[in-house]
């Protein structure tokens, strides 16, 4: 992959605005050769966009011209390119640059953890888990006796800010036993967040089972943890008939002000879920609005999420945030 494309890739996916204030500070020259690779690309992959903006954090700030470069400027680079969406990505780029207290579990068998972990006190699989890629900490909490799982799920849902001390403790003693060595820095682990993206990768029993037993003891927690679960983004995702059901349910006065601050991905979802005429109609809505304020759109964002998990409670929808169709039985 050429320079020149590489640029042209960490342009792609910074806001306009800031790809433009780049541009501007290279000669024209440098700014044609970039601007042709753009318009010769009509999209970049997950993969080489984070490749790309990886290897910039990790490039020298003097050879780039930058004062401060490295992971800080990395991560805010993915902020802004992807918004809310941006948390798989900072967790892969944090991951593979600094290291993150029991980051040497994800090098052992899922089995072997939680053989190890399955008898200690909820809160210490709590802190554990809270460090833990979602898909993997998914799997253990799978594994523990539904008694803990409501137990483990409630103290990391209240987990905040933990003593360093604490967490070294933990490490250490897993450490020894699991015979791994391995020093870490202290990081905030745990809250609402975790125990949603956990659940969103956990099977469905278990995610029911485990909010419904939640919610006698802290109903708005659960709330908070459903809100969670399921962003506007993820309507992205929907099938068309679920598109069409939708639709139907919310006005397009709000969906003209929701989409203000959605991908591309999912006003073409959206759009083309309509007819010609009202699809026109919205964008020419959404023109009329002009610059909004983001408080505004995400409050009517998060207006059309709660009709979204009202046609879900009554089985009008099914949502499924990972985008990928069940295997149907005949």
Known sequence: MSDVHKAAVLLMSLPEED?????????????EQVTIEIA?????????????????????????????????????LVEKALGKNASDTLKNIRQSIEAVPFGFLQHVDRQNILTYIIDEHPQTIALILSYLPPVFG????????????????????????????IIREVERGLEKRMSSIMRQDFQKAGGVEAVAEM?????????????????????????EIRRLMFVFEDIAKFSDRDMQTVLKNVESAQWAMALKGASEQLKEKVLGNMSDRAAT???????????????????????????????????????????????MIQ
Do not use: W
Not at 19 to 31: E, F, M, P, Q, T
Not at 62 to 76: C, Q, R, T, V
Not at 210 to 219: F, G, I, K, M, V
Not at 296 to 312: K, S, Y
């Open 19 to 31: 790809a433009g204030a780049l541009l501007s500070r290279l000669d024209s020259k440098h700014v």
């Open 40 to 76: 010769k690309m009509k999209s970049v992959s997950a993969e080489e966009q984070e490749a790309t903006i990886l290897e910039f954090a990790n490039c020298n700030p003097a050879a780039i011209g930058s004062e401060s470069g490295g992971l800080d400027l990395a991560k805010s």
């Open 138 to 165: 998914a799997e253990i909490l799978a594994g523990l006796p539904s008694d803990r799982q409501l137990s483990v799920v409630h103290r990391i849902a209240k987990m905040g800010q933990t003593n360093p001390e």
């Open 199 to 223: 659940l969103n990768v956990s099977d469905r029993t278990t995610e029911k089972t485990l909010l419904e037993n939640l919610a006698q003891e802290d109903p708005e927690l659960v709330e």
């Open 281 to 327: 109609l919205m964008r020419e809505e959404m023109d009329y609005l002009g610059p909004v304020k983001l408080t505004a759109v995400e409050q009517m964002q998060q207006q059309i999420v709660d009709i979204v998990r009202r046609l879900e409670d009554v089985g009008e929808i099914e949502i499924n945030t990972s985008g990928e169709e069940e295997e």
